[in-house]
């Protein structure tokens, strides 16, 4: 089995508001994160590169993915290029109902106003050579909705695009990481081969492709802290066995309801 981190990026900028700030990376910092990845003999790979290699045996030395979720403008300003500089590859998840809007997603008014990528952006990132994956439509808890609108969700955001890229995407991440088993077959019936979830744990050449564990990188991971944990030998690596969390499910799933009777009401 082999090791693999799958790190998880999700603003590179050199500001943000307060409430939003521990999910962003300052671009110098971001560049001396890759400097590490370089210097530590890792293979960067995208999501699907990973997976391809994974399932036909063929890994390479020091296998690793970055990857992006929620397609903020900021990435085509600041990580973009410095992805670009040094050619390491990379994935990028998009909520496609977003894209040219703002993350109108995000909880008690942290960041609400944040400006997405257009779909220029995101055509130039994929002309750049990163994957570009579906993040959902409207960055939804696909655990805790009915299973018409996982569906919707899941199947209009790849349709979306394959529709303006003229390609489908082949990976899927799950917002917020949460997945189920329901959650798992709607992305597998779309037509996806790999979905990518949370879990801030190693992933691995025997990690479920339909929940791929990732790395947490904050505003507070510096340089070093990238370095003492890329070099070292993973403590755990996520387990491919479903953690059930029905408790913690349940209750996203009455506050999932209380926010659209609340928005129906008004
Ligand atoms: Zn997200």
Redesign the pocket.
């Known amino acids: 089995m082999t090791p693999i981190p799958i790190l998880l990026y999700?603003s590179v900028a050199p500001a943000a508001s307060p409430d939003y700030a521990r999910w962003c990376v300052h671009p110098d910092r971001f560049a001396g994160h890759l400097d590490v990845v370089r210097s530590l003999g890792y293979t960067p790979l995208t999501i699907s590169e990973l997976v391809d290699a994974s399932v036909g045996g063929d890994l390479p030395e020091r296998p690793l993915a970055i990857t992006f979720?929620?397609g903020r403008a900021d990435f085509t300003e600041h990580a973009l290029p410095v992805l670009g500089a040094s050619g390491v590859a990379s994935t990028l998840?998009v909520?496609t109902d977003r894209i040219g809007g703002t993350s109108t997603?995000l909880p008690m008014s942290c960041e609400t106003s944040a400006a997405m990528m257009t779909w220029d952006d995101v055509r130039a990132a994929a002309a750049a050579g990163v994957e570009i994956g579906s993040?959902s439509s409207t960055?939804v808890e696909l655990d805790i909705v009915p299973r018409d609108r996982l569906h919707d969700e899941v199947d209009r955001s790849r349709q979306r695009l394959a529709g303006e890229l003229g390609q489908a995407p082949r990976s899927l991440?799950y917002?917020?990481g949460y997945h189920s088993r329901a959650v798992v077959r709607a992305a597998r019936a779309a037509g996806f081969d790999s979905a990518c979830a949370v879990k801030d744990a190693w992933s691995s050449s025997a990690d479920d492709r339909f929940a791929l564990a990732r790395l947490f990188v904050w505003n507070s991971t510096t340089v070093d802290d990238l370095r003492s944990l890329l070099a070292a030998t993973p403590i755990r690596t996520a387990s491919s066995r479903p953690v059930l969390r029905a408790g913690w499910r349940g209750a996203r799933w009455v506050r999932h309801r209380v926010r659209t009777r609340l928005q129906g009401a008004g």
């Open positions: 999700h979720d929620d998840y909520v997603w993040h960055h991440s917002p917020h």
